[in-house]
């Protein structure tokens, strides 16, 4: 197998397990009452940080406008340029499911997998009182 032909494998193969975080994780964190939180984090290929940066940065602010989006503010960790992390703040779990399937995250998915060191994570949070 030639290089483009590999690459454009191993994007694939990136992008699908992304899709399968996703929805693994939202099966697994399910919640259905009160205030609902996602932290994400996703890590750039060494030379990737800007290309990583450059989708990120317009996708969080699409995001924060989002019916149900509470809070979405994209951090990137000081110390290790390129390590990005998300913490949102939905009104329920609905809202965050919804937001899972916009046209800005079917478009973004595909792009990840060019800039992303290894799949991107999240964790799914509600009140402790109502978990």
């Known amino acids: 197998m030639n290089n483009p032909d590999r ?38 290929q060494p030379d990737k940080a800007d290309a990583l940066r450059d989708l990120l940065v317009p996708f969080a602010e699409a995001s924060a406008q989002e019916p149900g989006c509470l809070e979405y503010k994209l951090m990137e960790v000081q110390a290790e340029p390129g390590r990005f992390m998300t913490f ?20 973004l998915v595909p792009k990840l997998g060019e800039v992303l060191a290894a799949p991107f994570t999240q964790i799914f949070l509600g009140d402790a009182g109502t978990v």
Not at 20 to 43: F, L, N
């Open 7 to 44: 690459r454009r494998l191993l994007q694939g193969v990136a992008a699908g397990t992304v899709i399968a975080t996703w929805g693994s994780r939202a099966v697994a964190g399910a919640h259905t009452d009160g205030e609902y939180y996602v932290i994400a984090e996703a890590v750039a």
């Open 88 to 107: 949102e703040r939905w009104t329920d779990k609905a809202a965050a499911d919804v937001h899972m399937t916009t046209q800005e995250i079917a478009a």
